[in-house]
């Protein structure tokens, strides 16, 4: 995939998410980006806040407000990515999974983490034997081999 392609990808679905945050289906039949989430590593609301922005929150949580997170989906040689495991991870795979049908087991093909935040790993304890049980998922994290 060429990083023009890639990053017109990623501009148009920033567009339309800006402009309706609810997921949208893609019939065309080229690798295109998913946002899944945008919020900070902590979620939303924040722990510990009490200021406006979150007041709301706690008593009605927006279920659209998930830590930051991308899917890759590449349609034509039926592959998914998901960059970043967040604290979301579960809810984040089965919006991936409605862009993916292909996948079959609803686990991607790979996990990119981008950095060692909470936000950005977390989500990997899902794939232990008390949730997914998941020995095969390839997970990319670039200088994070301590973990
Ligand atoms: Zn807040
Ligand atoms: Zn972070």
Redesign the pocket.
């Known amino acids: 995939m060429s990083i023009i392609i890639l990053l017109s990808s990623i501009c148009r679905l920033l567009i339309d998410f800006l402009i309706s945050p609810e997921i949208k289906t893609h019939s065309q039949p080229t690798p295109f980006l998913v946002v899944l989430g945008n919020v900070?590593?902590g979620g939303s609301p924040h722990i510990g806040c009490a200021k406006s922005c979150c007041a709301v929150l706690w008593e009605e949580p927006d279920p659209q407000r998930k830590v930051t997170c991308l899917g890759l989906v590449d349609p034509v040689n039926e592959q998914s990515f998901i960059f970043e495991a967040t604290p979301d991870f579960p809810k984040q795979l089965k919006a991936l999974r409605m862009f993916a049908p292909f996948q079959k087991d609803g686990i991607p093909n790979g996990i990119f983490l981008t950095?060692a935040?909470i936000?950005?790993y977390s989500g990997l304890m899902y794939l232990g034997k008390e949730a997914l049980n998941s020995h095969q998922t390839a997970v990319f994290m670039p200088k994070m081999q301590f973990f």
Do not use: I, N, P, R
Request: hydrophobic fraction near 0%; charge should be negative.
């Open positions: 900070q590593d950095h935040h936000g950005h």
